[in-house]
């Protein structure tokens, strides 16, 4: 079985290929395949998000393909950044500028004000039509100064601390940030139904769409 991951971020590739490597299937970066496409990103959630890139790769190419969208929601801002956390600070802008719209936007939140979570949805798409959302979400509060080295592709880390931990998500080891983080609750899950072929094999409407929801604890 070959599946397509659908991103450019390095981190993310990274991550996927950690939590499915020990899978029987080839795992496919998408700048190691010959196809030209410009992965739209305008969907009102983060779900719609993942299905749109999957979709897109999934047509392109007639492969098995795996796309993730997450967000940073904070609740005293009505949950912003949400689904446009990639682009808070402005299309283009680097994860240095990044960090810092994020401490400038949060700096006159007072510590009680400063509950954030982090919310992941993993879309797998077949090439048949079939449509599959998983998604993982992590509680916990921000900093007020960055923390910590935060991989390639994912500044907030090191502004993150999950609930009931002392460090942010940059500064712990990759085993307890795995444990804890909100993606690899979603791959989990992702990995779980693979791995239940006949759930693969199942004929669902090519329309169907079913999101099955993560809690603080990976499964």
């Known amino acids: 079985m070959k ?15 950690q939590i499915l490597s020990d899978l ?9 395949i010959d196809i030209k496409i410009d992965i739209n990103e305008d969907g009102q959630t983060i779900e719609e998000n993942a299905l749109t890139k999957a979709r897109q790769v999934c047509d392109a190419t007639n492969e098995w393909v795996i796309s993730e ?5 904070i609740q005293s801002l009505d949950g912003q950044p949400g689904v446009l956390t990639a682009r808070w600070a402005g299309d283009g802008a680097n994860e240095e500028q990044i960090i810092e719209h994020a401490i400038k936007q949060t700096r006159a939140l007072n ?3 400063r509950q954030a979570y982090f919310e992941s949805a993993v879309a797998l798409i077949s ?6 959302v ?18 390639v592709g994912m500044p907030y880390d090191c ?23 909100h993606r690899t609750q979603a791959l989990a899950k ?3 139904f693979i791995i239940q072929a006949e759930l693969i094999e199942a004929t669902l409407e090519p329309t169907e769409i079913q999101v099955i929801h993560g809690q603080q604890q990976a499964i």
């Open 190 to 192: 992702l990995k779980r």
């Open 69 to 73: 969208d997450s967000g940073l929601y």
């Open 3 to 17: 599946i397509i991951i659908a991103t450019r971020n390095e981190g993310k590739m990274v991550e996927v290929k």
């Open 24 to 32: 029987p299937v080839k795992l496919v970066a998408l700048k190691d």
């Open 159 to 181: 502004l993150f601390i999950p609930d009931g931990q002392n460090q942010t998500f940059a500064e712990m080891d990759v085993s307890l940030r795995n444990s804890l983080e």
């Open 111 to 113: 510590q009680d004000r």
């Open 127 to 132: 090439p048949d039509g079939q449509e599959w």
């Open 134 to 151: 998983f998604t993982g979400r992590t509680e916990g509060c921000l900093t007020h100064t960055a923390r910590g080295q935060a991989g």
